[in-house]
Structure formats: C-alpha cells, structure tokens
C-alpha cells in the first residue's frame, strides 16, 4: 500500500510537472496567431481610430496582426461584455473608454463586474472632449447654446456615441451646472452621431477630440469650447466651457484590458507592445494632434486611475440624477 501510494504521489507530481511545462511553453509561444481588440463603437469615431493606429503598431511588435472587432452598442456594454466573457488567453482584448468608469453607476444590472470581470494592460491616452456645432450654426460661444437652451427650453439636441459615454456626460453636466433642457441623441458610435451632426439632424456634439479634430480643421464643424479645466495646445483659441459654467470639467480616456484571469506573462507582452506602438512616431503623429496626451502606462497605473474616475462619477451621477435614459 505504500509503495502504491508513492507511486501515485510520483505521478500525480509528474503530471503536474509536465502540466506546467506545456503551459510555460505555451505562454512563451504566445502569440501564435491573430489577436481580436474589439471596439464597442461603430467605425468612424475617436476610438476607432485610436485604435487601428494602435492595432499596427502592436501587431509589428507581437508579430501577428491584431484584427479591429466593431462591437458597437448600449453605450459600450455589448462590446465590452464580450470580451468578459472571451478566453483568459490574450487574444480577445478590448479598447475602453470613459464609459467602462461610469457604466457601474449608471447601469446596475451590468451583464458583468467591471473591478472584476477584467485585467489591466495600460493607458494608453486622455484628452478633452470639445463641444462642436455644424460650420454654419448660429452658435459661435458656449453662451450662444446657453441662451438659445433658455429660451426654447428642450429644443435643442446634442448627440453621442451612446449612453454612458463621455460625450452623453458631458451633456448632462452642462444641461445640469447651466439649468437648462436639452434633448440628448445617442448613436451606436461617434461616426454615425458626427454624420448626423454635419447633415443637420443635431445640434451639436461634446465628441472626443479624436472624433472630431478632423472635421474642425477641415472647416466642417466649429469649436466652440473645451472640457478640461485648462485649454487644449491643439485646439488653439478654443477657450474651455468651465469659463463660463463653473465647476465644468470632462476627460476622455482610452485603454486596453484583456479578460479577468489572462496570465501575467501575456499581459506582460501585450504591455510591452502597447507601450511600444503608443510610443511610435505614427501613433504620436496621429494622435497628439487631435488634442490627446500619449500616457502608455503599466497596468497598475490604468487601474488607479479609472477606480478614481469610476469614484468620481459615481457621486456625479448621483449627486446630479443622470439617467442612462
């Protein structure tokens, strides 16, 4: 019996000797094929973009082609929860945004536990969002849409990516600090709302600066405040809206996270490819001239700090009475 018994204790620990040779072997190998980042908006907006700039970029130093997934919908959720529920294996990562912070406060009933349905792998930028109107609109300042919302209370409309997001916040803080009635226009992404802004079905949009920097340098739509406390280098003449609404601030945010349980070698090498695409002369080109600070941080950092955000608009919300509607 005890020679039985040692004989099993041998090979039980050989097993899971060879158990973790494979699986050293297999996140050293890794990636041996394509990886999915998916973007819970439609394609044409902000996050999209800063996405697929960044996809190149880690697909050169993974060494496999990181594949864009469009997964657009209430307010980020579908596309987000798709990814809670993807593999911990670090082919299935998604691009979140301010919404991932603020969803917890505005849906309860999240279809996963945002602290712990996900892992870290960086920040990877922040940046204002910008309040904008068609080229041709009647408002010039913050005080032009100030004044008309007063004077036709909830004829006015402003349009985001969807629910939750920091363009639909943004809106609703301003409608709450400035006391006035605007209708908002959620859209499956900032591509499809921008459309619809430029076509004259809104009136404005608090789009992210990587939404909508583009159409503002083109002469398409007009800027006419900023979020942040302080004014944006890349959005010059552009004065910011807490000028003329107290205690007005909003900051966007874009970074990456890849299932709950994904070992830590594999967010190690998806933070190393991050860093190194967001550090790249492309991405910088791209994207700090749409008014955004490259952060590419280590993971920790990226949970500090949208646990901070996650804890300031839940008072917000609360404090304020925003809906998701």
Known sequence: MIALNTVSRRFAALVCATAALASTHAFAAYPDKPIRLVVPFAPGGGTDLVARTLAVGMGKELGQQVIIDNKPGAGTIIGTDSVAKSPPDGYSIVIATFAHAVNPSLSPKLPFDTSKAFTPISLIAKGPNVLVVKADSPFKSVKDVIAAAKAKPGKLTYASQGNGTSAHLAGEMFTNLT??????????????????????????????????????????????????????????????????????????????????????????????????????????????QEGLSIMASEPAELDRYVKAEEARWKKIVKENNIKAE
Request: hydrophobic share 45%.
């Open 179 to 288: 006391k006035v009635q605007m209708i908002h226009v959620p859209y499956r992404g900032a591509g499809p709302a921008i459309t619809d802004l430029l076509g004259g079905q809104v009136d404005m949009i608090f789009g992210t600066a990587a939404a909508v920097a583009t159409f503002v340098d083109s002469g398409k739509l007009r800027a006419i405040g900023v979020t942040s406390a302080s004014p944006s280098p890349a959005l010059k003449g552009v004065a910011p809206i807490g000028q003329d609404v107290p205690g007005y601030q909003v900051e966007s945010w874009y970074g990456l996270y890849a299932p709950a349980g994904t070992p830590a070698e594999v967010i190690a090498k998806l933070n190393a490819a991050a860093k190194k695409a967001a550090a790249s002369p492309d991405f910088a080109k791209k994207i700090e």
